[in-house]
C-alpha cells in the first residue's frame, strides 16, 4: 500500500513540477510580452526575391551564428526593442509547396542579431561587401567569406552592382559582382526591420512622454560603446572610414567644427549623397534619432569629436534635445505651410540650380546625363520633357524606384522630396530640368505642385 501511495506521489510531484517548468519557462514570459510589449503592427509580406534569399539565408547556415530575437534584458538594448509576435507575422509569400515561410529565431549569437539590420546597416554596397569578405569592412571579423555568392568578371553589365572590394581583398584581375543567389540574401537582409515602437515608454533611457531628458554627462566608454556596435562598420573603429566606400571621421570638417549642429543633424537623421572633400558618397548613412534617446547621440558625438586626433567642443543631451524639437518643429511649419494654397509664381532658375546641384546632380549628375546604368539621365527624358508635366511632379515628389526608362530598369530608388521641400522648391527643382541640358518643356507653378501634392494624399 505504501509503495502505491509513494508511486501516486511522485507521479504527482513530476507533474506539478512540469507545471511549474511550464509556468517559468512559456507561460510567465508569454504573459510578460502581452503585459510589457505593445503589439506593433505587422510587418509587410516578404517579396519573391526576399522570400529566395530567406532560403539562401538557411541554406549558407546563417541562423547557426545570428539570432533574430532581441531579449527583454539589458545587453540586448544595444539590437532593438524586445521582439513581440507581430514581428514574425506575414512572412509569406505561401504557397502549396511551401505551407509556411520559417521564423529563423536562431539560438546562437556568435554574430550580432539581425532582427533590425536592415535599419542599422541600409547600406546595400556595405552588405555586399561583409558578405564577399567581411574582413574587408570589419578587420577583427571571424564570418566566414561567401565569394561563391559573387562572380567575377571584366566585363561587368552596365546596371551590375559591382562591389568595391578594397585592394588587400579583391581578386587579382577583374570586378566583383554579385550573382542571382547573393543578390537575393542582400535583399532579404534590408528587408529586416523592427518596426518603431509606438510608444515613449519602450525608449531607454528617456523619460516617458518627453522628447528629451535633462542635460547630463555621458561616460566617454559609452560613446565608445556605442560608435563601436553601430558606426565602426562603416567609419571603421580608427575613424578612417574605407576610401571611396564610407567617409573618415578623422579630421572630417563636420566633425571638428567649433558649431556641432551639423554633427548633430548627421546623427540624428542621417545622410546620403554628400560630398565631403571632394568625394561624393552614395551609401546611405542611417538616421539615429529614432533609436538613441539624445544622452546617447550626445555620446556617441562627442566619441567622434574627441577621438583619433580630434579635438573639438563637446555636445550636450540638451544640445540635442534642442537640435531635435528645432528639427520636428520646422518640419511641422513647412508641413502646415505645404497644405496652404500657395500663390502662382515661377522660382528663379538660379534657385532651382542651386537645389538641383544640392540634392540631384551626385546621381543624375550637373550635366544631367546620369551615370549609365546606375542613375537614369535628365536630358532628353521623355517624362522631363513631356507637356504635360504631372508625372515629372509625382516622380519628385513621391521618389522612384524599379523604373523602366528607355528599356534600361534602374534598381536604385530615387528618394521622396515632397516632405523635405515646399510646393515652390519642388517647381524650381522641375523648371530646372525642363528647361536645361537642351531640355525645353513648359514650366510649372507651385499651385501644380501643391495640387498634386494634395491629390495624392
Not at 73 to 101: C, E, F, H, Q, T
Not at 105 to 131: A, C, F, I, N
Not at 161 to 184: I, L, Q, T
Request: contains cysteine.
Amino acid at each position: 500500500m505504501n509503495f502505491h501511495r509513494n508511486h501516486w506521489l511522485l507521479l504527482g510531484t513530476i507533474f506539478f513540477g512540469f507545471i511549474f517548468l511550464a509556468i517559468i519557462i512559456a507561460i510567465g514570459p508569454a504573459y510578460w510580452v502581452q503585459a510589457k510589449v505593445e503589439v506593433q503592427p505587422t510587418p509587410n509580406p516578404l517579396t519573391a526575391l526576399q522570400q529566395r534569399g530567406l532560403d539562401v539565408y538557411i541554406a549558407e547556415g546563417c541562423v547557426a551564428c545570428h539570432t533574430q530575437q532581441v531579449r527583454p534584458i539589458p545587453m540586448d538594448k544595444v539590437w532593438g526593442r524586445p521582439s513581440a509576435p507581430s514581428d514574425y507575422a506575414n512572412l509569406g509569400p505561401m504557397d502549396v509547396w511551401r505551407p509556411y515561410a520559417p521564423a529563423v529565431l536562431g539560438s546562437e549569437r556568435v554574430g550580432p542579431d539581425l532582427s533590425d539590420v536592415g535599419s542599422r546597416q541600409p547600406s546595400k554596397t556595405w552588405q555586399y561587401m561583409h558578405l564577399y569578405n567581411p574582413r574587408s569592412v570589419v578587420k577583427a571579423s571571424i564570418m566566414p567569406a561567401f565569394p561563391w555568392l559573387f562572380k567575377v568578371t571584366d566585363h561587368p553589365a552596365d546596371d551590375a552592382s559591382v562591389v568595391p572590394v578594397p585592394p588587400p581583398y579583391a581578386p587579382k584581375n577583374g570586378k566583383v559582382v554579385p550573382n542571382e543567389r547573393g543578390k537575393a540574401l542582400v535583399a532579404y537582409l534590408l528587408s529586416l526591420h523592427q518596426e518603431a515602437e509606438s510608444t515613449q515608454s519602450q525608449r531607454e533611457p528617456a523619460a516617458k512622454g518627453s522628447i528629451s531628458q535633462a542635460p547630463q554627462s555621458t561616460p566617454a566608454a559609452n560613446g565608445d560603446t556605442l560608435y563601436s556596435d553601430n558606426c565602426a562598420s562603416c567609419h571603421q573603429a580608427n575613424g578612417e572610414g574605407l576610401p571611396g566606400v564610407f567617409p573618415p571621421l578623422a579630421g572630417d570638417p563636420v566633425v571638428i567644427a567649433q558649431d556641432p549642429s551639423e554633427h548633430i543633424e548627421t546623427v540624428l537623421n542621417g545622410a546620403h549623397g554628400r560630398n565631403i572633400n571632394g568625394k561624393t558618397y552614395g551609401s546611405p548613412m542611417p538616421p539615429f534619432g529614432s533609436r538613441f534617446s539624445d544622452q546617447q547621440i550626445a555620446a556617441i558625438i562627442n566619441h567622434e569629436r574627441s577621438s583619433w586626433g580630434n579635438n573639438a567642443p563637446i555636445v550636450t543631451a540638451d544640445d540635442v534635445a534642442g537640435q531635435r524639437a528645432g528639427g520636428q518643429k520646422k518640419a511641422a511649419e513647412k508641413k502646415a505651410k505645404q497644405s496652404q494654397p500657395q500663390a502662382q509664381k515661377k522660382m528663379p532658375v538660379a534657385n532651382g540650380a542651386t537645389l538641383y546641384s544640392n540634392n540631384c546632380a551626385s546621381c543624375h549628375q550637373a550635366n544631367g546625363e546620369g551615370l549609365p546604368g546606375a542613375f537614369p539621365a535628365l536630358a532628353g527624358d521623355a517624362i522631363v520633357t513631356a507637356d504635360d508635366p504631372g508625372e515629372h511632379i509625382d516622380t519628385v515628389l513621391n521618389g522612384a524606384h524599379g523604373r523602366t526608362i528607355n528599356g534600361k530598369t534602374y534598381a536604385a530608388p530615387m528618394p521622396p522630396f515632397g516632405s523635405r521641400f515646399s510646393d515652390d522648391e519642388i517647381a524650381a527643382i522641375v523648371n530646372h530640368e525642363r528647361s536645361s541640358w537642351g531640355n525645353n518643356a513648359p514650366s510649372v507653378t507651385a499651385a501644380e505642385v501643391a495640387k498634386q501634392r494634395a491629390g495624392g494624399k
